[in-house]
C-alpha cells in the first residue's frame, strides 16, 4: 500500500513557552503616545529632508510617474546638488537628530524597551 511506502510523519511542533521571546513591557496610554510620536521622527537624514521636499513637487508637475521614478528622479537631483545646497540638508539632519536626541532621553527605560522590542 502507499502508506507503507510514504510513511506520514507529522511535524513535531514545540510548546510556545520554548520558542516566544518574552511578552513585551506593558505601558500605559501616555507613554503609549509618546513612543508614537517618537517613531515618527525616526526619519532623519539629509537625503530623507531632501526628499520629503522634492516627492511632492515631482508628483504634483509629473502625476504620470510612478513612485520608483519619481525616487529615481529624485536620487540623480541629489547627486547633481552642490556641496553648498546640500549642506542645509545636512544642518536639518543634524538638528533633527539633536532633537531626536533630547526625545529619547524623556523615554522612560520601559519605553525604551518596548522601543527596542519592535526593531
Wanted: positive net charge.
Amino acid at each position: 500500500s502507499l502508506t507503507s511506502m510514504f510513511p506520514y510523519n507529522p511535524p513535531s511542533f514545540s510548546t510556545k513557552s520554548e520558542e516566544s521571546p518574552p511578552p513585551p513591557p506593558s505601558a500605559d496610554v501616555e507613554s503609549m503616545k509618546k513612543i508614537a510620536e517618537f517613531r515618527k521622527s525616526r526619519r532623519g537624514t539629509a537625503f530623507s529632508f531632501f526628499v520629503g521636499e522634492q516627492y511632492g513637487q515631482i508628483s504634483q508637475t509629473h502625476p504620470d510617474l510612478r513612485m520608483t521614478q519619481i525616487t529615481k528622479r529624485i536620487a540623480e537631483l541629489w547627486k547633481a546638488l552642490p556641496d553648498d545646497k546640500r549642506q542645509v540638508y545636512v544642518k536639518l539632519s543634524q538638528d533633527h537628530k539633536v532633537k531626536y536626541e533630547q526625545e529619547k532621553s524623556r523615554l522612560s527605560a520601559n519605553d525604551l524597551k518596548i522601543l527596542d522590542n519592535d526593531t
